[in-house]
């Protein structure tokens, strides 16, 4: 059989062969299921269940090399045990944990299902249980030792040849491969700012998150649409406008130099609030923008321009990309969204207003006002709509604070009763984050009560994070070019990776002097154990190539306890990265990489990778545990790149 690591190509007409060899012999042996089936057909289903489970595992060859999922195919193994040794948990499904105290992995359900077999009557000793699948586990080239412990535990060992084949790929390959998943469209919306203000804290949450979602889906094989639904359309560019015409009558011909956006939004404001005749002509230039009148539509274009270029500096610093596509973009489709929902009978027109009411959600959405303007809500449903039928979206994730949750239940409602989602055929999806808090749990801001600006916040963290090098006395000793991508990585690293190791649903609490502590889960700390790794191939003189060289030649043997915990860990990237796509919780990311650096250090602790012969003096490289390191580096900048963060060679 091929197994991970094996060259599939040279046995594709014996697998082909053993295929339709076993599929025949499948359809012989397939019988009903009954309670108490006599030895014989016991037999015979025994068989039909290894059979299957040969048929499964044999397909699936090519697919299990260097991107294995070990604890998908511990629990295939298992379960499949499970349901040979007793055919009436035919949908029964096996739990396997990690487990770093009796063995590699754990499978505690032989226990669990006492209760079961006496509600069919059946009083079995869990142990007597266990014992009975361990018995019954098929072939394969995963598993080296099974054992039990106390009422029934079974404790599970992979071989060392699995944890090989992960490590000598990665380094082999330089990179980490990821781990197979059906691939879909995906359209992400995140960031979305409103045109004319700055960004703030408030956007710096679904920035971050939004882009870390999108890298790590990217990685994985999707295709993914990231679309910036910016706040670029309503009655707000009308006093824009306005004020625009007065202020720079010839903007026509001579650009306006509009720089300070936010002066010239609160002048507009002001003027809107205080001045009767200049409030009428705004909403007069409203109608005449959704009209697309040249002069008004020139002057809206003016004003989007320059609120661009500013969120492209935020983005740029914090090395995000993303297509802006706002509101407006939608304005031509709103007519064809509200006349098929009209037509679908789904609206109700009530004191003016049009109105969509969704059974079961507290608040209707307003499809068109009382002044037969468009909402919100009527643009959202528009978007939904032109991301299924045009941008064909398998998936639509929507990074907004869960100020919105009951929004989006509504609209996700609308959408289906309108019949373009299909829950059971595609997946709307609100990521909603918590808010974020100044070091006093309220709501984050300035000293002076304002709404801190994000451009604010990035420059407090650079001079933050130069302070901190400085004052380890890094400045002495890197070169100004190698300080710059350290203060940079630090600065926009700590902010970054305080927000997503937190579990977003919650509030979290903004403090630079937790974020730049070199202890604990930080950025700080995981970037200097990434520079420190790199350091130790080049205290060794050893090339790159050098340590590939030796894992493709070499098996490793993973004799103590500390190099196989961390083969383990290593090799264990590929199950956070599967649980982190079940519901996009990057955190999980980062709590498994802060468990690979702490794993990383008690085998660097306990296991020298250059040490001096006490004879000779000369230095002893160990040529298995630098790959070790490689390995774990290349995991490591791996996880780093999912979350958006900038990793140097020196810090």
Same mark, same amino acid.
């Given at each position: 059989?091929?197994?991970a ?23 012989d042996l ?17 068989e039909?269940?290894?059979?299957k489970?040969r ?42 944990t ?10 505690n ?24 699948v ?16 106390g009422p ?13 084949n992960?490590?000598k790929s ?20 995140f ?15 679904s ?8 890298r ?5 094989g999707h ?8 706040g670029?359309?309503?009655t707000?560019?009308?006093?824009l ?15 306006p130099?509009?720089?300070d956006l ?15 005749e200049f409030?009428?002509r ?10 697309y ?10 004003i ?5 270029r500013?969120?492209?500096k ?18 031509? =489709? +709103? @007519?064809?969204t509200?006349?098929? #929902?009209? /037509? !679908?009978?789904?609206?109700?027109? %009530?004191? *003016? &207003? ?10 209707p ?5 009382s002044?037969?303007?468009?909402t919100y809500?009527?643009s ?10 045009v941008?064909?979206a ?15 239940n ?30 006093d749990k309220?709501?984050?801001?300035s000293r ?5 600006? =994000? +451009? @604010?916040?990035?420059?407090?963290? #650079?001079? /933050? !994070?130069?302070?901190?090098l400085? %004052?380890k *006395? &890094? ?47 930080t ?8 520079t420190?790794?790199r350091?130790?191939?080049r205290?060794?003189n050893?090339?790159?190539e ?13 004799k103590?306890?500390?190099e ?15 649980r ?12 498994y ?7 990383f250090?008690?085998f ?7 040490e001096k ?11 298995h ?8 580096a ?7 790149q ?7 060679s020196?810090?």
């Amino acid at each position: 059989m091929a197994v991970a690591g094996d060259k599939p190509e040279a046995h594709w007409e014996q697998l082909e062969s053993e295929l339709d060899s076993l599929n025949r012999e499948a359809e012989d042996l397939e019988k009903g299921i009954v309670n108490d089936p006599p030895k014989e057909l016991s037999d015979l289903m025994t068989e039909n269940e290894k059979l299957k489970y040969r048929i499964k595992h044999l397909s699936k060859s090519v697919e299990i090399e260097s991107n294995l999922i070990i604890s998908d195919q511990l629990t295939s193994l298992i379960t499949t045990a499970f349901r040979i040794s007793f055919p009436e948990l035919l949908n029964f499904e096996a739990k396997v944990t990690s487990s770093d105290k009796f063995a590699d992995f754990q499978c505690n359900d032989a226990l669990a299902l006492v209760g079961e077999f006496k509600k069919l009557g059946k009083n079995l000793n869990p142990r007597l249980i266990a014992q009975t699948v361990v018995k019954n586990v098929p072939q394969n080239q995963v598993i080296d030792t099974l054992d039990i412990a106390g009422p029934g535990y079974i404790n599970i060992n992979v071989k060392t040849q699995v944890l090989n084949n992960f490590i000598k790929s990665v380094v082999s390959d330089q990179t980490v491969k990821p781990p197979f998943v059906d691939r879909k469209r995906v359209v992400v919306d995140f960031s979305s700012p409103n045109i004319a203000k700055e960004m703030h804290v408030g956007h710096l949450r679904s920035t971050i998150i939004g882009d870390s979602i999108c890298r790590l889906l990217e990685w994985v094989g999707h295709d993914v649409l990231r679309l910036n639904h910016l706040g670029d359309w309503g009655t707000q560019f009308g006093m824009l406008i306005a004020h625009l015409e007065d202020k720079f009558p010839d903007y026509l011909t001579v650009s306006p130099p509009l720089s300070d956006l936010q002066t010239f939004y609160r002048e507009a404001k002001k003027r809107f609030d205080e001045e009767e005749e200049f409030k009428k002509r705004a909403y007069e230039l409203v109608v005449k923008l959704q009209k697309y009148d040249p002069p008004v539509y020139k002057a809206w274009q003016m004003i989007c321009e320059v609120s661009k270029r500013d969120f492209e500096k935020i983005y740029k610093r914090l090395d995000v990309s993303i297509i802006p596509r706002g509101e407006s973009f939608y304005q031509s =489709l +709103m @007519d064809e969204t509200v006349a098929e #929902l009209r /037509r !679908a009978n789904l609206l109700k027109d %009530e004191e *003016g &207003r049009t109105l969509f009411f969704v059974p079961g959600t507290e608040v209707p959405l307003t499809v068109v006002k009382s002044d037969g303007g468009y909402t919100y809500d009527t643009s959202d449903l528009a978007a939904v709509r032109q991301r299924i039928q045009v941008e064909n979206a398998d998936w639509i994730v929507y990074v907004v604070d869960s100020g919105q949750s009951l929004h989006f239940n509504t609209f996700f409602a609308a959408a289906e009763l309108a019949g373009w989602y299909d829950p059971y055929r595609m997946r709307l999806q609100h990521v909603a984050f918590g808010v974020v808090l100044g070091e006093d749990k309220k709501k984050f801001k300035s000293r002076s009560g304002t709404t801190i600006k =994000l +451009m @604010d916040l990035l420059d407090e963290g #650079l001079k /933050r !994070a130069m302070d901190t090098l400085v %004052e380890k *006395g &890094r400045d002495k000793e890197l070169t100004n070019e190698e300080l710059v991508a350290a203060q940079e990585a630090v600065a926009y690293g700590c902010i970054k990776y305080a927000d997503l190791s937190h579990n977003y649903v919650h509030d979290y609490v903004f403090s630079f002097d937790r974020m730049l502590d070199d202890k604990g889960n930080t950025a700080v700390y995981l970037l200097y154990a990434l520079t420190r790794i790199r350091s130790i191939r080049r205290k060794a003189n050893v090339s790159v190539e050098q340590v590939q060289d030796f894992a493709a030649k070499n098996s490793l043997e993973l004799k103590d306890k500390h190099e196989r915990k961390l083969g383990k860990m290593l090799i264990m990237f590929s199950d956070s990265v599967k649980r982190t796509l079940v519901d996009l919780h990057i955190h999980y990311l980062c709590d498994y990489m802060y468990q690979l650096c702490t794993t990383f250090s008690e085998f660097y602790d306990n296991c020298y990778c250059i040490e001096k012969n006490p004879a000779s003096g000369q230095s002893i490289i160990h040529m298995h545990r630098l790959v070790l390191c490689e390995c774990t580096a290349l995991v490591m900048e791996q996880v780093f790149q999912i979350l958006g963060i900038k990793t140097v060679s020196k810090m």
